[in-house]
């Protein structure tokens, strides 16, 4: 059964913080992606990446980057948060030979 | 650029009614569209899906149809049930593997009374 866990579920940031968003996945799947879910927006690609410390950019990059030094992690960093950045923010993961794309739980962070 | 635009946000049927969600992509090279549900307070699953090989792929309940010409693709589901309420997005692809992304829809908001 696969697993996609985040680090939190809910999280409270200022305006200007340094954010951390983790993801790790437990079925060694080579690709992994940040999406953020808004209401009436659906879910739009933030990064995605498609082995260990390869990213590309995705829809919406402006404000964010991302790590990947281990193929079960993926981190999702704001640099100087903002306000606009309040979202849902989903991360996922998929093996290179297709198949299901499959989400974690989700963290939904509020920028104050 | 890409984009897949998905019709209607919501959608309200009574318990046994036939729902229809449709999706339209531009990009031509797309062949791979899966669709996926989101129940309240939980993460998107797969559900179905189709590459542009096929017309149709049924599973159940749970139908997908694609027009390669029009550029669009349709979720159908028969005998509606309370449990189908959630929100479902379509998404197209150029692969289902590989470094190929999703492009996603807005979502439709699927409301099944009793």
């Known amino acids: 059964d696969v697993k996609v866990t985040q680090s939190s579920r809910y999280l409270v940031k200022r305006t200007g913080e340094k954010v951390f968003l983790e993801c790790v996945q437990d079925?060694?799947?080579?690709?992994m992606f940040w999406y953020r879910q808004d209401p009436g927006l659906g879910l739009r690609l933030i990064y995605f990446s498609y082995d260990v410390k390869m990213k590309e950019k995705g829809d919406i990059p402006e404000g964010y980057s991302v790590s990947r030094e281990k193929k079960e992690r993926f981190s999702l960093i704001l640099e100087s948060a903002s306000t606009n950045q309040t979202s849902m923010y989903l991360c996922?993961?998929?093996?290179?030979?297709?198949?299901?794309?499959?989400f974690g739980p989700g963290t939904r962070l509020t920028v104050t | 650029g890409e984009n897949v635009e998905q019709h209607p946000s919501t959608l309200s049927v009574q318990e046994g009614d036939s729902a229809v969600i449709k999706c339209t992509y531009s990009?031509?090279?797309?062949?791979?569209f899966p669709w996926y549900k989101q129940e309240l307070g939980k993460r998107p699953q797969l559900i179905i899906d189709?590459?542009?090989?096929?017309g149709e792929k049924k599973d159940q309940r749970i139908a997908v149809t694609l027009n390669k010409t029009a550029k669009h693709f349709s979720l159908h589901i028969t005998e509606t049930q309370p449990e189908d309420s959630a929100v479902y997005f379509c998404a197209a692809s150029k692969g289902a593997s590989g470094t190929y992304k999703y492009i996603f829809g807005t979502g439709t908001r699927l409301k099944v009374l009793a």
């Open positions: 189709i590459r542009s090989n096929v």
């Open positions: 996922a993961s998929r093996r290179t030979g297709g198949g299901e794309q499959y």
């Open positions: 079925m060694d799947h080579e690709n």
């Open positions: 990009d031509s090279a797309s062949n791979y």
